[in-house]
């Protein structure tokens, strides 16, 4: 009876293997655990409106991670970031918020979660901010990270059109 038992534990050890080592294809999951996850081709999956139907799809973005594949985020890091991942868009638009960067910059986020971090490290980035430095300006005075972030030019307010009566300036040819 023993012998019985550890061969079906050693057959559903082998199947859960196999299973962990399957790729992710990004079409392929479930729409609860799509955003913030990585395909096995090293892209990240983003979770879109869908067209053809309601509610949303999973789909393969162009953005690739460079030293992660296979891998979804767990519900953890979710909760300690303080993503959402039912949002369908990603923008650096969060980092503005005081209550995000405040749990993005978390010992539990920062130092346990590479995956989202990453992710707000290029976004943080392509608004010409070092995350790292956002980072160390919101432990050390939160209400002067806004205005550091502001004042790089990271996030342009509106931008008006020109005057009534002015027309739009020439250019040299």
């Given at each position: 009876?023993?012998?019985?038992?550890?061969?079906?534990?050693?057959?559903?050890?082998?199947?859960?293997?196999?299973?962990?080592?399957?790729?992710?294809?990004?079409?392929?999951?479930?729409t609860e655990v799509c955003a913030f996850s990585v395909a096995s081709s090293g892209k990240r999956c983003l979770l879109e409106t869908a067209v053809e139907k309601e509610g949303y799809q999973c789909r393969t973005s162009e953005v690739e991670v460079v030293s992660m594949a296979n891998y979804i985020e767990s519900?953890?890091?979710?909760?300690?970031?303080?993503?959402?991942?039912?949002s369908t868009g990603i923008s650096s638009d969060a980092l503005l918020q005081p209550q995000f960067t405040t749990k993005l910059c978390a010992p539990a986020c920062y130092q346990n979660?590479?995956?989202?971090?990453?992710?707000?490290?290029?976004?943080?980035?392509?608004?010409?901010?070092?995350?790292?430095?956002?980072?160390?300006?919101?432990r050390?005075?939160?209400?002067?990270?806004?205005?550091?972030?502001?004042?790089?030019g990271a996030v342009p307010g509106p931008v008006s059109g020109p005057f009534v009566g002015e027309g739009p300036a020439s250019a040299p040819l």
């Open positions: 009876m023993a012998s019985l038992k550890f061969l079906l534990f050693l057959f559903l050890s082998y199947l859960f293997l196999h299973a962990s080592l399957a790729e992710i294809t990004c079409e392929d999951l479930p519900d953890e890091c979710v909760s300690a970031c303080g993503v959402d991942r039912t979660c590479p995956n989202i971090v990453d992710l707000y490290f290029n976004l943080a980035a392509g608004e010409g901010v070092l995350l790292a430095d956002l980072c160390d300006a919101q050390s005075n939160p209400r002067r990270t806004m205005i550091e972030l502001l004042s790089s």
